[in-house]
């Protein structure tokens, strides 16, 4: 591996610890932690410690994937869902919070 791709990888896992961090920081607004779990999912993606599979993880449709956080203190427990299927476990997170 060259030097520079070496750098910006080890730079990435800094992001990634950063935003890790910050998630964990319930001191931290909401917003402000549910946004570093996305990014921290997208580094982690990016650093290839989640893997995007071909297509939907329910219905297993091959369209553009989105990550969908079940829990944003769990940042980079994901699942890869159609915008279709994101639309329903959305709903479904909404349902356990007011249950
Ligand atoms: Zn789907």
Redesign the pocket.
């Known amino acids: 591996m060259k030097k520079v791709r070496r750098n910006r990888q080890h730079a990435k896992f800094a992001r990634l610890r950063r935003h890790l961090e910050i998630t964990a920081d319930l001191l931290r607004p909401r917003r402000i932690r549910t946004r570093s779990a996305r990014y921290a999912a997208a580094l982690a993606e990016q650093l290839g410690l989640i893997q995007r599979p071909g297509c939907?993880?329910?219905?297993?449709?091959r369209?553009r994937l989105e990550r969908h956080h079940w829990d944003y203190q769990e940042p980079l427990n994901v699942t890869f869902?159609?915008?279709?299927?994101?639309d329903i476990a959305d709903s479904m997170n909404n349902q356990a919070i007011t249950a």
């Open positions: 939907c993880s329910w219905c297993r449709r369209r869902l159609c915008g279709d299927c994101h």
